[in-house]
């Protein structure tokens, strides 16, 4: 089959092991809330509010009257970027004003007297959640700073009023070297009686079908590749 075929018939796998364990517990709440990602990853996120830059995210550097150091740049693999007088800079990890003050302060000991610098994001790579399953526009989105799961479902232009299981949403991680998952229901977290949770740069969210088109019966017969699955949080 095709690759995005069998990306989704996983996918699709995945959420009915985790809605099936759901149902064996009889609970219509989550007993347990999803970690944070991995340590590496979550430094590279951030929790504040401005976004933090991470690799492959493309910049845009300016100075003020010099505008032969204007650059756009690349953030490479390791986190870093390269501009002309001051060679290489961290930037992975950081917030735009933060990488501002590092570059000024970098031009400043040697080449212009209190430059002003700006840092814009051109292009957000590094962070990205996928929405799939009954949602109006299923797809990979780029999110900055912290975003809760009704935003990321916001995203995709919300659930399909008509076939969508807003009980049976799941959010799929790695924790600590391993895919784990939980699930929580929308209708719950719009009456405040559970927390609306933190979506995190490569999670896959994915909205169950209701009814005769739930993904718990759809892929019955895809069992058997849930080896790949290492770990449920319920």
């Given at each position: 089959?095709?690759?995005?075929?069998?990306?989704?018939?996983?996918?699709?796998?995945?959420?009915?092991?985790?809605?099936?364990?759901?149902?064996?517990?009889?609970?219509?709440?989550?007993?347990?809330d999803l970690p944070p990602p991995?340590?590496?990853?979550?430094?590279?996120?951030?929790?504040?509010?401005?976004?933090?830059?991470?690799?492959?995210?493309?910049?845009?550097?300016?100075?003020?009257?010099?505008?032969?150091?204007?650059?756009?740049?690349?953030?490479?693999?390791?986190?870093?970027?390269?501009?002309?007088?001051?060679?290489?800079?961290?930037?992975?990890?950081?917030?735009?004003?933060?990488?501002?003050?590092?570059?000024?302060?970098?031009?400043?000991?040697?080449?212009?007297?209190?430059?002003?610098?700006?840092?814009?994001?051109?292009?957000?790579?590094?962070?990205?959640?996928?929405?799939?399953?009954?949602?109006?526009?299923?797809?990979?989105?780029?999110?900055?700073?912290?975003?809760?799961?009704?935003?990321?479902?916001?995203?995709?232009?919300?659930?399909?009023?008509?076939?969508?299981?807003?009980?049976?949403?799941?959010?799929?991680?790695?924790?600590?070297?391993?895919?784990?998952?939980?699930?929580?229901?929308?209708?719950?977290?719009?009456?405040?009686?559970?927390?609306?949770?933190?979506?995190?740069?490569?999670?896959?969210?994915?909205?169950?079908?209701?009814?005769?088109?739930?993904?718990?019966?759809?892929?019955?017969?895809?069992?058997?590749?849930?080896?790949?699955?290492?770990r449920l949080i319920f």
């Amino acid at each position: 089959m095709g690759s995005k075929l069998l990306f989704r018939t996983l996918t699709f796998a995945l959420v009915a092991l985790a809605l099936a364990s759901c149902a064996s517990s009889g609970s219509s709440i989550p007993t347990a809330d999803l970690p944070p990602p991995d340590p590496i990853a979550l430094a590279q996120i951030g929790s504040a509010a401005e976004y933090h830059i991470g690799p492959m995210d493309t910049l845009e550097v300016n100075v003020f009257q010099a505008p032969d150091l204007n650059r756009t740049v690349q953030v490479d693999a390791t986190g870093m970027i390269t501009l002309p007088l001051v060679g290489q800079l961290p930037a992975a990890g950081h917030t735009t004003s933060e990488l501002q003050k590092t570059i000024a302060a970098a031009l400043n000991q040697k080449y212009l007297q209190s430059p002003q610098v700006t840092v814009a994001v051109k292009e957000f790579v590094s962070q990205r959640i996928t929405v799939d399953g009954a949602v109006n526009t299923p797809g990979v989105y780029p999110i900055q700073g912290r975003t809760t799961l009704l935003q990321a479902i916001a995203m995709a232009k919300g659930a399909d009023t008509k076939s969508a299981n807003e009980k049976q949403v799941v959010i799929f991680r790695t924790v600590n070297g391993e895919r784990a998952a939980a699930r929580f229901d929308l209708t719950e977290i719009r009456k405040g009686r559970a927390d609306d949770p933190e979506v995190y740069g490569d999670d896959m969210i994915v909205v169950d079908r209701s009814g005769a088109r739930s993904l718990l019966r759809s892929v019955t017969s895809t069992l058997p590749v849930l080896a790949v699955f290492q770990r449920l949080i319920f």
